[in-house]
């Protein structure tokens, strides 16, 4: 856990809830430290200088200071630039950050990842209405996969062969893909172009950007161990609506 006092650090704000009657817990994810708990206090009194600045999504600069699990934020500024988030894209921000919540450990600094991240929410802002393309949430997902260390193996077999466009496969996970046989019946199959187009981040075909979403989504419920998202079961109960 970084010690003593740290200044000016760029951050965003993933998740925050009450703390006794007038402070608040905040989960930032920071570019040199990564996850961390901050505790903002009196930051839901009426007139706090920081009520308004804690918002998800948006670029901070932020200073705190003390020792162990939870570190006294000292100072937020908003560095500006990034539309606020509506409609489908809104969503898919919570999603983001569920998955960082989830999947990241504290106090592991992943700058690339927040490099990732900042761009996302950048492209995510980009669109009035909000509309969100599904190969930027792909590319994402794939991304933080790679920073964790789980790095999906996509342009060859497990027995190290060229994976072949043409050819079914069968996606097992931490081992990667193998030739599908006559009886993998049930099991879900991904087409060889679909691993190839993936490891090069090309979803122009939409059965690659389908089988992609599939796969990912496979992956990811695994490296939750079974942990539902919030963001998903609100957006599939919205769908049914």
Same mark, same amino acid.
């Given at each position: 856990?970084?010690?003593?006092?740290?200044?000016?650090?760029?951050?965003?704000?993933?998740?925050?809830?009450? =703390?006794?009657?007038?402070?608040?817990?905040?989960?930032?994810?920071?570019?040199?430290?990564?996850?961390?708990?901050?505790?903002?206090?009196?930051?839901?009194?009426?007139?706090?200088?920081?009520?308004?600045?804690?918002?998800? =999504?948006?670029?901070?600069?932020?200073?705190?200071?003390?020792?162990?699990?939870?570190?006294?934020?000292?100072?937020?500024?908003?560095?500006?630039?990034?539309?606020? !988030?509506?409609?489908?894209?809104? =969503?898919?921000?919570?999603?983001?950050?569920?998955?960082?919540?989830? !999947?990241?450990?504290?106090?592991?600094?992943?700058?690339?990842?927040?490099? /990732?991240?900042?761009?996302?929410?950048?492209?995510?802002?980009?669109?009035?209405?909000?509309?969100?393309?599904?190969?930027?949430?792909? /590319?994402?997902?794939?991304?933080?996969?790679?920073?964790?260390?789980?790095?999906?193996?996509?342009?060859?077999?497990?027995?190290?062969?060229?994976?072949?466009?043409? &050819?079914?496969?069968?996606?097992?996970?931490?081992?990667?893909?193998?030739?599908?046989?006559?009886?993998?019946?049930? &099991?879900?199959?991904?087409?060889?172009?679909? !691993? !190839?187009?993936?490891?090069?981040?090309?979803?122009?075909?939409?059965?690659?950007?389908?089988?992609?979403?599939?796969?990912?989504?496979?992956?990811?419920?695994?490296?939750?161990?079974?942990?539902?998202?919030?963001?998903?079961?609100?957006?599939?109960?919205?769908?049914?609506?």
């Amino acid at each position: 856990m970084p010690r003593g006092k740290v200044d000016g650090q760029p951050a965003y704000v993933l998740h925050s809830y009450p =703390f006794r009657e007038t402070s608040l817990i905040v989960e930032v994810f920071s570019r040199d430290f990564g996850r961390l708990a901050l505790l903002a206090r009196g930051a839901r009194r009426p007139r706090a200088a920081m009520r308004g600045l804690l918002m998800a =999504f948006q670029p901070l600069e932020i200073g705190w200071a003390g020792k162990g699990e939870v570190l006294t934020l000292m100072k937020v500024e908003w560095q500006g630039g990034q539309p606020l !988030l509506a409609g489908p894209a809104l =969503f898919c921000g919570y999603y983001l950050n569920e998955l960082l919540i989830h !999947l990241l450990p504290r106090e592991d600094a992943h700058e690339q990842l927040f490099g /990732h991240y900042t761009a996302m929410l950048r492209r995510l802002g980009a669109d009035p209405n909000g509309r969100v393309e599904e190969a930027d949430l792909r /590319h994402f997902e794939k991304a933080l996969l790679q920073e964790l260390g789980y790095g999906l193996t996509l342009a060859q077999d497990q027995a190290g062969q060229p994976v072949v466009a043409e &050819v079914d496969y069968i996606y097992e996970i931490e081992r990667g893909p193998r030739q599908a046989a006559i009886g993998d019946n049930g &099991v879900r199959r991904v087409r060889g172009q679909s !691993l !190839l187009d993936l490891a090069n981040d090309d979803f122009s075909d939409p059965r690659s950007l389908a089988e992609a979403k599939g796969l990912m989504r496979a992956l990811i419920a695994h490296y939750l161990g079974g942990v539902e998202l919030e963001s998903r079961k609100i957006f599939r109960e919205l769908q049914e609506l």
